[in-house]
């Protein structure tokens, strides 16, 4: 009975062959006579044919092959690029499109602009310092003895001449990567190959235009287009031009000609017309490559692609041409090449540089050229009161250093925004 009734409730009460409905308790079909054993054994394999396939769908190793969630999370982040209207707030990507990421980018980047400069700070300090400290020297001029004689007037202007030629070629250097140091080294260096060289004069003077050229050229290379530093880079040169200079004399001087003794002696109206000439020469330069390049513009609105300009190359190689003429001058002047000519013209150098950038108020076109020659005229009446007064020649050089580093300060103070910020930062 149990059987049978399995069977009614699994075959439906039919005969598996002619489909004739089965009574109770029948063994055999009143239509076509199988017997219902037979039903269920035919019929008994088909439970496990549809259970069959279901233990492949509950294992387990396929599933994760199927459904891999870390792909899905990782793939997620990439619509809102492509597609800025189906971004979700939710996302941990960036969406450059979203309001609220650029009203905050916005405000960042107005508030690094926002300064309080102080105006006499960054701006004129340097200039009020250097007129303070050329009135006072003009001053003691003016008490000491023989200071406005024609003689003494007449040496100042001179020496004015050749000191103002060199300025001008720091100005240049000073507005591209640094002050050159190398120049009295070159200096130096002109004399002696001009006297070394036999012959005439002019292919002395030619030879020795072609070397400073090269070094000058040499320096920019070094400090424009391979980014060694100025101060690095000259100092080595000059070392070098120094060492060089000592070989060739052995340390002694060397008697020139009279042809070039005569040429420097030109006066006009008792006016030297040669170092004039030269001072006329190299301020112009300077002040044309300064107002017609990139040394023009002031150096808080230099640019990245400003580094390397031409104009940057050009202020070293014109500088060592400047260095060569003063030299020229100087040697024919004293009749003979000196080794040690220009030996501390590098405080000279460190001064002018120093004073041209303590001020931002002249930071800006043809001023740095102009500042350049009021330094040197300092730098000559300072040099001409402590000779008059009998000042030992070491103090004076003690005191162009101590004017040069207090000039390095107000420098350093008139880059930063505001004294009260430079004293928060101490």
């Known amino acids: 009975m149990e059987r049978n009734d399995a069977t009614n409730g699994e075959q439906n009460a039919f005969c598996w062959q002619c489909g004739t409905p089965l009574e109770a308790d029948s063994q055999f079909c009143i239509n076509c006579g199988a017997q219902v054993e037979e039903t269920l054994s035919e019929t008994a394999p088909e439970p496990p044919a549809e259970a069959a396939p279901e233990p492949p769908v509950e294992t387990e190793p396929e599933p994760p092959v199927e459904t891999d969630p870390k792909p899905q999370s990782e793939a997620a982040p990439v619509p809102p690029i492509y597609a800025p209207a189906e971004y979700t707030p939710g996302s941990d990507t960036p969406f450059p499109d979203a309001p609220a990421q650029a009203q905050t980018v916005g405000y960042r980047n107005e ?196 580094n390397r300009s031409a104009s940057y190359f050009v202020a070293y190689l014109l500088s060592s041409i400047i260095a060569f003429l003063v030299g020229v001058y100087f040697m024919s002047r004293l009749g003979a090449a000196v080794p040690i000519a220009g030996i501390r013209y590098e405080i000279f150098i460190l001064l002018c540089f120093a004073v041209i950038t303590s001020s931002r108020f002249l930071d800006n076109r043809g001023i740095p050229a102009v500042f350049a020659a009021a330094v040197a005229l300092f730098y000559v009446l300072l040099s001409n009161v402590f000779m008059i007064i009998g000042i030992s020649p070491h103090w004076l050089a003690i005191a162009y250093a101590c004017i040069a580093l207090a000039f390095v300060i107000i420098s350093y103070i008139a880059r930063k925004d505001s004294l009260k910020g430079l004293v928060h930062r101490v």
Not at 132 to 159: D, H
Not at 238 to 260: D, F, K, P
């Open 111 to 306: 508030t690094p602009p926002q300064k309080t400069t102080n105006v006499f700070v960054g701006g004129v300090l340097g200039l009020v310092v250097f007129a303070a400290l050329f009135c006072v020297v003009i001053i003691v001029g003016l008490f000491s003895r023989n200071f406005l004689s024609p003689t003494n007037l007449s040496n100042v202007f001179t020496q004015f001449l050749m000191f103002g030629a060199l300025a001008c070629g720091v100005a240049m250097t000073s507005r591209a990567k640094g002050p050159d140091l190398s120049m009295g080294a070159v200096f130096a260096l002109t004399g002696v190959i001009i006297a070394s060289i036999g012959g005439s004069w002019i292919i002395g003077v030619a030879i020795a235009l072609l070397v400073c050229a090269s070094i000058g050229a040499i320096n920019g290379v070094l400090i424009v287009f391979l980014r060694i530093p100025s101060l690095v880079a000259t100092v080595v040169i000059a070392a070098i031009l120094r060492g060089v200079v000592y070989v060739i004399t052995n340390g002694r001087e060397i008697m020139i000609g009279s042809e070039l003794k005569t040429l420097a002696r030109i006066e006009v109206a008792g006016l030297q017309i040669v170092p004039l000439a030269i001072f006329a020469v190299a301020f112009v330069a300077a002040l044309l490559v300064i107002l017609f390049s990139r040394l023009g513009k002031p150096l808080s609105k230099r640019e990245v692609k400003d």
